[in-house]
């Protein structure tokens, strides 16, 4: 079983930061591609950032020169640091992993959503 839990949402005013996480756990052998997806009100889930595990980076335009993705591949940890936030940045922030589990097979899995809002 694999789990992908993450933390750091909440309310920020814009023009403020905040710092996501989200953490792999379970039957992990190794992971490739992590990344960070965003879905807000009437809207298609859409791509924000991934990163690979030899640390390349590809971000969504909105984003990009705002938004950092890394990761910790010690602690199976992904991290997205989101600066100079605007209200359009509201969101669902759900973190993926695509993974090879211990019993080799390939999985790609998504974490529960962690609300971002983005308002004065």
């Known amino acids: 079983q694999v789990q992908l839990v993450e933390s750091g949402g909440g309310l920020v005013q814009p023009g403020g930061s905040l710092r996501l996480s989200c953490a792999a756990s379970?039957?992990?052998?190794?992971?490739?591609?992590m990344g960070w997806y965003r879905q807000a009100p009437g809207k298609q889930r859409e791509l924000v950032a991934t990163?690979?595990?030899?640390?390349?980076?590809n971000y969504a335009d909105s984003v990009k020169g705002r938004f950092t993705i890394s990761r910790d591949n010690a602690k199976n940890t992904v991290y997205l640091q989101m600066n100079s936030l605007k209200p359009e940045d509201t969101a669902v922030y759900y973190c993926?992993?695509?993974?090879?589990?211990?019993?080799?097979?390939?999985?790609?899995?998504w974490g529960q959503g962690t609300q971002v809002t983005v308002s004065s």
């Open positions: 993926n992993s695509n993974l090879i589990r211990s019993d080799w097979r390939l999985g790609d899995y």
């Open positions: 379970g039957s992990i052998f190794s992971i490739n591609t």
């Open positions: 990163i690979t595990s030899g640390g390349s980076t």
